[in-house]
């Protein structure tokens, strides 16, 4: 009995080392190629982190890779006072906090009226909505201003959060028709006989039913709008009510010399928006997918 | 519980009419399929009761109440899918009691009801599970157990076994079937599975092209069709249908285009020299070696209870179910008869039955 067993345990480990031995030269090339463009994309940002935590001299002496001997926190409180960064990021929290999620809704409201109501020229709406992710909003700067300008928005919250939303609403209702269009008609039809206004259909069934969708929306526009510059640069002039963005580029003008500060304050612009992308990149990614090839 | 009276309904689709003038009457507590080809206009039909699609014209009535202009909640009907329409982020509790909780019923009274169907369905062990995490076959059960915490005037179900496997499928008809019984509640079942419609219906509505061709139980349609379609669609394998002219020679004769010239029973409503479609259902056809005719065999299928038989006797396909074992291969020829008294005539141009 055990002379049989020892032998088929032997050819069972040797079929997996050599199934294991054996990796496609595609996929391999692929991790390469990967791994290289990451260093190239990662490299900066290393750059940037170890830049901010030098001083001065450690800049000018050490190499651009090479990490801080001892770490300059300092780098960062100076560049925040001086910076006046408690202003700028005031603005931006507010300004983001207020936008993004109330855009979402909007969006989530009007896909949902587009994709599952009857709507008279309900497929016109959706095309003119549509229509709104074609034009580069770069395009449209002065006629902004002018538009803002003409209310009297100019250096106000509302002045900025009102073009965000027109710019920021239809690829939002573009990605949210897709994924509620392919949701089974039956689910709102059985909540329907059950009872539900649409009103509930939408917040009961569509919306938890969504939120994948809706979280990768939420990065993707909280990104956009907490590192958004040529907008803000128009419209809000007054220094008491810039974004970070804006708030950085006056800093770059300022101290330029100082590179420990200069990074210090390009960490501390780019380091929300990073952080929220990396907790939901997950959901980020599947929600794009699932509002791509969901049915 | 309530009566269904559907009176010359009709329903186009732009320029596409779909439904054609139906009228029907549903007892209450009775338990009646729509039963068709796809595109028949059954799922329509089921749809204008539900509230979910708008009726053209014509009338619906649901107990005393036309419910033409009626909201799906106002109309005290529950209804369920072909795919379950389960809501994916709330547990079985929680979608069995949904209605409820939209009516504002308190929450002692909804895990009750909820409860109390669960127990009927045999789901009190699922009640906070989701959806994904239960077999097809516990979902349908939720579906109903949804339905019937709602307590409605009228049950609806559109395929509602559609997407179980073969064996489930069976066992879920029997279970529906038992439950319709022990509620009475009136129940209108849409498929288009003929045997479905046999087994479980107190009442068949066979429909095609928005037309009802017949309404009857299921023995009245099987043993007298009203037509050549609702012969064909009923019964499985198909009734055989042979044209011919009836000829009275020592006896009443089928004689088929070919020649061939098959003994039959002839009844009252045919005489000799009429041009007939002949139907006869497989296992009326039986081995004869007396007086039997020769067919030559195409296609033997053995399924184990009984052989069906797929042969030509001149150039006319004939199935026949034999419930005897006969050991024979494709090419040999037998002898068959057809069973007396179990024709069915119908008029070559209309389809329709030939009074007897």
């Given at each position: 009995?055990?002379?049989?067993?020892?032998?088929?345990?032997?050819?069972?480990?040797?079929?997996?080392?050599?199934?294991?031995?054996?990796?496609?030269?595609?996929?391999?090339?692929?991790?390469?190629?990967?791994?290289?463009?990451?260093?190239v994309w990662?490299?900066?940002f290393?750059?940037?982190?170890?830049?901010?935590?030098?001083?001065?001299?450690?800049?000018?002496?050490?190499?651009?890779?090479t990490?801080?001997?001892?770490?300059?926190?300092?780098?960062?409180?100076?560049?925040?006072?001086?910076?006046?960064?408690?202003?700028?990021f005031?603005?931006?929290?507010?300004?983001?906090?207020?936008?993004?999620?109330?855009?979402?809704?909007?969006?989530?409201?009007?896909?949902?009226?587009?994709?599952?109501?009857?709507i008279i020229?309900?497929?016109?709406?959706?095309?003119?909505?549509?229509?709104?992710?074609?034009?580069?909003?770069?395009v449209m700067?002065?006629?902004?201003?002018?538009?803002?300008?003409?209310?009297?928005?100019?250096?106000?919250?509302?002045?900025?959060?009102?073009?965000?939303?027109?710019?920021?609403?239809?690829?939002?209702?573009?990605?949210l028709?897709?994924?509620?269009?392919?949701?089974?008609?039956?689910?709102?039809?059985?909540?329907?006989?059950?009872?539900?206004?649409?009103?509930?259909?939408?917040?009961?069934?569509?919306?938890?039913?969504?939120?994948p969708?809706?979280?990768?929306?939420?990065?993707l526009?909280?990104?956009?709008?907490?590192?958004?510059?040529?907008?803000?640069?128009?419209?809000?002039?007054?220094?008491?009510m810039?974004?970070?963005?804006?708030?950085?580029?006056?800093?770059?003008?300022?101290?330029?010399?100082d590179y420990?500060?200069?990074?210090?304050?390009?960490?501390?612009t780019?380091l929300?928006?990073?952080?929220?992308?990396?907790?939901?990149q997950?959901?980020?990614?599947?929600?794009?997918?699932?509002?791509?090839?969901?049915? | 519980?309530?009566?269904?009276?559907?009176?010359?309904?009709?329903?186009?689709?732009?320029?596409?009419?779909?439904?054609?003038?139906?009228?029907?009457?549903?007892?209450?507590?009775?338990?009646?399929?729509?039963?068709?080809?796809s595109?028949?206009?059954?799922?329509?039909?089921?749809?204008?009761?539900?509230?979910?699609?708008?009726?053209?014209?014509?009338?619906?009535?649901?107990?005393?109440?036309?419910?033409?202009?009626?909201?799906?909640?106002?109309?005290d009907?529950a209804?369920?899918?072909?795919?379950?329409?389960?809501?994916?982020?709330?547990?079985?509790a929680q979608?069995?009691?949904?209605?409820?909780?939209?009516?504002?019923?308190?929450?002692?009274?909804?895990?009750?009801?909820?409860?109390?169907?669960?127990?009927?369905?045999?789901?009190?062990?699922?009640?906070?599970?989701?959806?994904?995490?239960l077999?097809?076959?516990?979902?349908?059960?939720?579906?109903?157990?949804?339905?019937?915490?709602?307590?409605?005037?009228?049950?609806?179900?559109?395929?509602?076994?559609?997407?179980?496997?073969?064996k489930?499928?069976?066992?879920?008809?029997?279970?529906?079937?038992?439950?319709?019984?022990?509620?009475?509640?009136?129940?209108?079942y849409?498929?288009?599975?003929?045997?479905?419609?046999?087994?479980?219906?107190?009442?068949?509505?066979?429909?095609?092209?928005?037309?009802?061709?017949?309404?009857?139980?299921?023995l009245?349609?099987?043993?007298?069709?009203?037509?050549?379609f609702?012969?064909?669609?009923?019964?499985?394998?198909s009734?055989?249908?042979?044209?011919?002219?009836?000829?009275?020679?020592?006896?009443?004769r089928?004689?088929?285009?070919?020649?061939?010239?098959?003994?039959?029973?002839?009844?009252?409503?045919?005489?000799?020299?009429?041009?007939?479609?002949?139907?006869?259902?497989?296992?009326?056809?039986?081995?004869?070696?007396?007086?039997?005719?020769?067919?030559?065999?195409?296609?033997?299928?053995?399924?184990g209870?009984?052989?069906?038989?797929?042969?030509?006797?001149?150039?006319?396909?004939?199935?026949?179910?034999?419930?005897?074992?006969?050991?024979?291969?494709?090419?040999?020829?037998?002898?068959?008869?057809?069973?007396?008294?179990?024709?069915?005539?119908?008029?070559?141009?209309?389809?329709?039955r030939?009074?007897?």
């Amino acid at each position: 009995m055990s002379t049989t067993t020892a032998p088929a345990s032997a050819t069972v480990a040797d079929a997996g080392y050599g199934s294991a031995r054996r990796r496609d030269p595609v996929l391999i090339g692929l991790w390469i190629s990967l791994v290289l463009v990451a260093v190239v994309w990662i490299a900066p940002f290393v750059f940037i982190v170890f830049t901010s935590l030098k001083t001065t001299g450690d800049v000018m002496t050490t190499g651009a890779f090479t990490p801080p001997a001892t770490v300059h926190y300092q780098n960062y409180e100076n560049a925040w006072a001086r910076g006046d960064f408690s202003t700028t990021f005031t603005n931006s929290v507010i300004i983001t906090f207020i936008k993004v999620p109330l855009g979402l809704f909007i969006s989530a409201m009007a896909a949902y009226a587009l994709a599952r109501m009857r709507i008279i020229w309900g497929k016109l709406i959706l095309l003119i909505i549509l229509f709104g992710t074609m034009i580069p909003f770069q395009v449209m700067l002065a006629p902004i201003f002018t538009v803002v300008n003409s209310f009297g928005l100019i250096d106000t919250y509302p002045g900025i959060i009102l073009p965000y939303l027109a710019f920021g609403v239809p690829y939002q209702v573009f990605i949210l028709h897709g994924f509620f269009s392919v949701i089974p008609r039956e689910l709102s039809e059985a909540a329907r006989i059950d009872g539900a206004s649409d009103i509930t259909i939408f917040r009961r069934i569509f919306l938890p039913a969504s939120i994948p969708v809706l979280a990768a929306l939420l990065i993707l526009d909280f990104v956009n709008t907490w590192n958004e510059f040529a907008m803000a640069l128009v419209i809000l002039q007054d220094a008491g009510m810039w974004t970070l963005p804006l708030g950085l580029m006056s800093f770059q003008g300022q101290f330029s010399n100082d590179y420990g500060q200069l990074n210090a304050a390009i960490v501390m612009t780019v380091l929300p928006a990073t952080i929220v992308y990396l907790i939901f990149q997950r959901y980020f990614v599947s929600g794009l997918m699932s509002g791509a090839v969901k049915g | 519980m309530a009566s269904v009276e559907i009176e010359n309904v009709r329903k186009s689709f732009g320029t596409v009419g779909v439904i054609h003038g139906v009228s029907v009457h549903i007892d209450d507590g009775e338990f009646v399929i729509l039963v068709g080809p796809s595109g028949c206009g059954k799922s329509t039909l089921l749809r204008m009761i539900a509230g979910l699609e708008s009726i053209g014209s014509g009338l619906i009535r649901i107990g005393d109440r036309v419910v033409n202009q009626l909201e799906p909640k106002d109309r005290d009907i529950a209804m369920v899918f072909q795919n379950y329409a389960l809501y994916p982020q709330m547990t079985v509790a929680q979608n069995m009691g949904f209605a409820l909780e939209l009516k504002g019923v308190k929450k002692a009274e909804i895990d009750a009801k909820v409860n109390e169907a669960a127990e009927i369905l045999g789901l009190t062990s699922l009640l906070k599970r989701l959806p994904k995490q239960l077999s097809g076959g516990q979902r349908q059960r939720v579906a109903m157990g949804r339905a019937i915490v709602r307590d409605p005037q009228v049950f609806l179900f559109d395929e509602p076994l559609s997407n179980l496997d073969a064996k489930l499928r069976v066992a879920m008809r029997a279970e529906i079937k038992s439950l319709q019984k022990r509620l009475g509640t009136t129940t209108i079942y849409v498929t288009h599975d003929q045997i479905e419609a046999m087994t479980m219906a107190d009442k068949i509505v066979v429909l095609k092209d928005g037309v009802i061709e017949q309404v009857g139980s299921p023995l009245e349609l099987y043993d007298r069709p009203a037509n050549v379609f609702v012969a064909g669609f009923i019964g499985s394998p198909s009734m055989n249908m042979l044209s011919g002219t009836i000829e009275n020679d020592g006896g009443a004769r089928l004689v088929l285009g070919s020649g061939a010239s098959i003994p039959i029973a002839k009844d009252g409503g045919v005489k000799p020299g009429d041009k007939v479609v002949f139907g006869i259902r497989p296992e009326h056809i039986e081995l004869d070696p007396d007086n039997g005719i020769e067919a030559r065999i195409e296609v033997v299928e053995p399924t184990g209870a009984e052989t069906h038989v797929l042969a030509k006797i001149g150039d006319a396909d004939v199935t026949c179910v034999l419930r005897e074992r006969i050991t024979v291969r494709e090419g040999e020829t037998i002898p068959l008869a057809f069973a007396r008294g179990h024709g069915h005539f119908f008029a070559p141009e209309t389809g329709a039955r030939l009074a007897d």
